[in-house]
């Protein structure tokens, strides 16, 4: 099974690897003993995330999740790297490709399939749902030291 690789780290940062798209298939995501979810593999403990998880997921030609699923607490965003699908929340199916951004909030029941001819690949990024302020779309600072590289 493929192993997430450290790439970097310091006081404020972590930085990983988790291989090329096409390789993310050789990863498998253990819920369980009779639970496994081949290319799938959570990056948010490798790198200390605080805030929110996040996951890769590769589904060949003719492959789906599975299963329906909601949160309790968290809302997901779904990001499509390559390829093309479907999505389903709530009983509405609807087609995703690359480029496509899809929104959950905890209680949607959601699934994803792969009804292309090419892999297609998937970010998730989950968190606490309902958190986020207009103050916190201008939390950034920018800084007046030059940038050295």
Sequence with gaps: MKQIE???SGKNFNAINVGKFE?????????GSDVKIPGKVFGGAAVNATGGEFSFQLFRPGTETGFLHTHKNHEELYFFLSGK???????????????????????????VRNNGDTPLVMLCVQYKGGTFTPEDATDGNILPEPVEW
Excluded: C, M, W
Excluded at 23 to 31: P, S
């Design 85 to 111: 699908g479907e999505f389903q929340v709530d009983g509405h199916i609807f087609p995703i490709s690359e480029g496509s951004v899809v929104r959950v909030a905890p209680g949607g029941k959601r699934s």
């Design 6 to 8: 450290n790439t970097a």
């Design 23 to 31: 390789q993310l298939g050789d990863y498998v995501l253990e819920l």
